[in-house]
């Protein structure tokens, strides 16, 4: 934990997070005097998701979502705890950059979308063409901006030019300079209207999308497609598009299963604010499911060190997230039931 | 093969550490910094991929097999409709340019396009580097 001076000369407490839309917003709302948790915020603005989108492809594989789309959190979040808040993309580089400046200098600290691979501060390990990576400029320096990038756990700086490039990549996965701001916030918001409002965007969004590939549904599809793929995409092959969903569970963002073991973290602070135990229980139920998530990980993990060929097989794999999807219906079911009993 | 060691000497190299939650002792939430064997095995084996696949077409930009865009392409971690729309230029004329004999001839606003996305300097988009 770091202090950092904003550009009104006001202290800015850099914060550790796990997850960086989540941990962004939760700074930007602490700036203005807003205490909110990660996870709180997480859960109220209905991070928790599963999408499978076979049509998407980042570097020849397929896109699993864990968590709803990269503005949505910061976006919900802030229309239900009642903050004033800006949400901005641009065409044009220059003027987007102009804005960001103007903005920095009336004082706000900003939330900017960009790509995590034209970052010039990230190292090789967490280099990939990404379009989604949230920080939080704090100033102008010399050299550049001043930034504070949750996921990592002190400020660092960044040059104007690769700042610009990070926010304006030409291709598929443009972020368009995706800026965001509070202008400002409710002190005494009402937190627990705010949490039962998420919870049941939450279950619906994981229970009611009539497609195959979201929420427990999509669970189900890309277990049965994990299953199929050593037959029809041949052993290399199928590895390496299992990795590349096990990259999503641990490692994007903070990886499926982090984003499971948050909302745990998040029904666990629920409960203490409503003093709900049937809350905490879920808090349990939600830790096991992040645990099943983790077991596949580490499944897919022997499968692709081929260790042990006989017991650690696609169709363990794929079998576990199916258990994993059973165990999500069952969690958010029940939610639903227990959300309807709760009192704002 | 060790994908995790791979991940293991990069992450004490560059020091940036992510964050977790995990349980503490009573049950509580709380951040935690080690990362789990998943994250090491699939980082490490991606990170094996990039390095091999830029490799092996390196090689083949020498052999004469590639043009030197390929190279940059897989060094930036495009693919090609990535690049094609990127640079604004049609994805089976980036087919064509990623033939030797056909980068030979490109004019130098074609290049500049390549060259603007690649963020490389023309000179070197026509070469790729001797290691």
Request: proline residues 5%.
């Amino acid at each position: 934990m770091t202090t950092e001076l904003t550009a009104n000369g006001k202290p800015f407490v850099h914060h550790h997070g796990a997850h960086c839309e989540t941990a962004v917003t939760s700074a930007l709302f602490g700036n203005q005097g807003l205490d909110v948790s990660e996870p709180m915020i997480f859960g109220i603005g209905s991070g928790i998701f599963f999408g499978y989108l076979p049509m998407v492809k980042l570097v020849h594989l397929q896109v699993t979502a864990f968590r709803n789309k990269p503005g949505s959190v910061f976006r919900k979040a802030a229309k239900r705890l009642g903050a004033n808040f800006v949400i901005k993309t641009y065409r044009d580089p220059q003027k987007g950059m102009d804005e960001l400046r103007q903005v920095l200098k009336a004082g706000h600290i900003v939330g900017l979308a960009t790509n995590l691979y034209w970052l010039p501060y990230v190292s090789e390990r967490h280099r990939h063409n990404f379009g989604g990576h949230n920080i939080i400029v704090l100033r102008e320096t010399e050299a550049g901006f001043r930034i504070s990038d949750p996921t990592f756990d002190h400020p660092m700086d960044c040059s104007a030019d690769g700042l610009e490039r990070a926010r304006f990549v030409p291709g598929p996965m443009n972020p368009r300079g995706f800026m965001y701001y509070t202008k400002s916030v409710q002190p005494h918001p009402d937190l627990r209207q705010a949490c039962i409002k998420g919870m049941k965007n939450s279950c619906g969004l994981m229970l009611r999308i009539p497609l195959p590939i979201f929420g427990v549904r999509g669970m189900r599809f890309l277990a049965k497609k994990i299953i199929k793929s050593p037959d029809k995409l041949g052993f290399q092959e199928a590895c390496r598009s299992l990795a590349g969903t096990v990259r999503w569970v641990e490692e994007t963002g903070t990886g499926g299963a982090g984003f499971r073991y948050m909302y745990a973290a998040f029904m666990q602070e629920a409960a203490e604010l409503f003093g709900s135990d049937e809350l905490a229980r879920l808090s349990r139920d939600m830790t096991a499911i992040g645990d099943t998530w983790r077991e596949f990980s580490v499944t897919a993990a022997r499968i692709i060190k081929q260790r042990d060929k006989e017991a650690e097989t696609f169709a363990k794999a794929g079998g576990l997230i199916l258990k994993c999807a059973d165990r999500e219906e069952a969690f958010f079911k029940e939610l639903q039931k227990v959300v309807k009993k709760l009192e704002a | 093969m060790e994908y995790d060691k791979i991940f293991n000497e990069l992450f004490d190299a560059d020091g940036l550490r992510k964050g977790y939650y995990k349980l503490d002792g009573q049950g509580k939430y709380v951040l935690d910094t080690n990362p789990t064997l998943g994250e090491a095995v699939v980082n490490g084996l991606m990170l094996t991929e990039l390095r091999t696949h830029l490799e092996e077409s390196r090689k083949a930009v020498h052999a004469g097999l590639k043009s030197p865009l390929f190279y940059y392409m897989e060094l930036r971690q495009f693919d090609l409709p990535t690049l094609a729309k990127s640079a604004g230029i049609a994805s089976f004329r980036v087919k064509r340019h990623l033939r030797p004999e056909i980068f030979a001839k490109l004019k130098p606003s074609v290049l500049e396009r390549y060259a603007k996305v690649l963020m490389v300097t023309q000179q070197e988009l026509k070469t790729v580097p001797d290691i």
